[in-house]
């Protein structure tokens, strides 16, 4: 089985940045499709981001594009969200998540195809 333990997150103003890490262990694939989900009370799990297996982000939100860089590491099996420009639109519980292989379009943002996924961490903006 896959494990994905998380690290960084916390409590910032608006303006600043953070740095989202997840360590990948247990795999018995090099081809994994990772993602970043972020989860706020009363609402569904939005995929923020996703990165293929082969290292390339492949996919991001609208609501953080142009913000937010999602990258992979593939030395250390670690995959990063460098969080810019944070708000307090952005405070939610963050997750990452992974699916061996390759997902198509649809699939990528329906965070029911991830079969692995974080602890999750806490990233709270305030203005």
């Known amino acids: 089985q896959v494990r994905l333990v998380q690290s960084g997150g916390g409590s910032v103003q608006t303006g600043d940045s953070l740095r989202l890490s997840c360590a990948v262990s247990?795999?018995?694939?090099?081809?994994?499709?990772m993602a970043w989900v972020r989860q706020t009370p009363g609402r569904e799990r939005e995929v923020v981001a996703v990165?293929?297996?082969?290292?390339?982000?492949?996919y991001y939100a609208a609501s953080v594009k142009g913000r937010f860089t999602a990258s992979r590491d593939t030395t250390d099996d670690t995959i990063y969200l460098q969080m810019n420009s944070l708000n307090p639109e952005d405070t939610a519980l963050y997750y990452c998540?992974?699916?061996?292989?390759?997902?198509?379009?649809?699939?990528?943002?329906?965070?029911?195809?991830?079969?692995?996924w974080g602890q999750g961490t806490q990233v709270t903006v305030t203005s």
């Open positions: 998540a992974a699916r061996q292989g390759g997902l198509s379009a649809t699939q990528l943002t329906t965070t029911r195809y991830y079969t692995s």
């Open positions: 990165i293929g297996w082969s290292g390339d982000a492949t």
């Open positions: 247990g795999r018995t694939s090099s081809r994994y499709t």
